[in-house]
């Protein structure tokens, strides 16, 4: 059974959603979580609720790991405050639509409705992570950071999420062969 979590629910009832144009003839549905990459205004009472329940998950579910990581645009919000609650570090996977010559280790993230570049640094070979988003759709940026961090030999311990939406969180499960947890699912 889901936990019922009473602020993040209602901000997800809540939700308006937007179409944004990746071309003059592609669209793409969007819902505006006030948690998510294109989110604004977060009342105080939830982001306790979500940030103590993205520690609580962490720590009921996932076993050692160095430190969280979490891309920018929306994950690392969440991704700060869950690693303050844990006491653990924190790396910021940046992201630009500019491609920026002096980081060696960059990756191109494309997603239903974007491109851009995510960058890597600050991280060494044998690190263990717990990678920490705010949504899971298709699972694309997911994909391409484990990819990127398999190349690194950085291991990740396990994927944390805000909501999952659909069922992709389960194949990434799977395919990549670490726990994936979600606070909701829709």
Not at 50 to 55: F, G, Q, R, T
Not at 74 to 91: D, R, S
Not at 95 to 108: A, C, G, M, W
Not at 132 to 139: A, F, P, Q, T, Y
């Amino acid at each position: 059974m889901t936990k019922v979590y009473a602020q993040l629910d209602r901000s997800i009832r809540d939700a308006r959603s937007v179409r944004i144009m990746k071309t003059p003839t592609t669209a793409y549905d969007f819902k505006l979580y006030p948690f998510g990459e294109r989110g604004t205004y977060i009342a105080p009472e939830l982001m306790a609720e979500i940030a103590d329940s993205l520690a609580e998950s962490a720590r009921q579910h996932f076993g050692e790991y160095d430190y969280i990581v979490s891309p920018e645009p929306g994950g690392h919000t969440w991704g700060i405050l869950a690693a303050y609650k844990l006491g653990k570090p924190m790396n910021i996977l940046r992201l630009s639509t500019e491609l920026y010559e002096e980081y060696e280790v960059r990756i191109k993230r494309e997603t239903a409705y974007n491109e851009n570049y995510l960058y890597f640094d600050g991280f060494k070979k044998g690190d263990r992570i717990l990678l920490v988003d705010d949504v899971i759709s298709s699972g694309a940026t997911i994909r391409c950071i484990a990819a990127q961090f398999l190349e690194m030999g950085v291991e990740m311990a396990g994927i944390q999420a805000i909501i999952a939406k659909g069922e992709h969180y389960r194949k990434l499960e799977t395919d990549l062969g670490v726990p994936v947890r979600c606070l909701t699912y829709v």
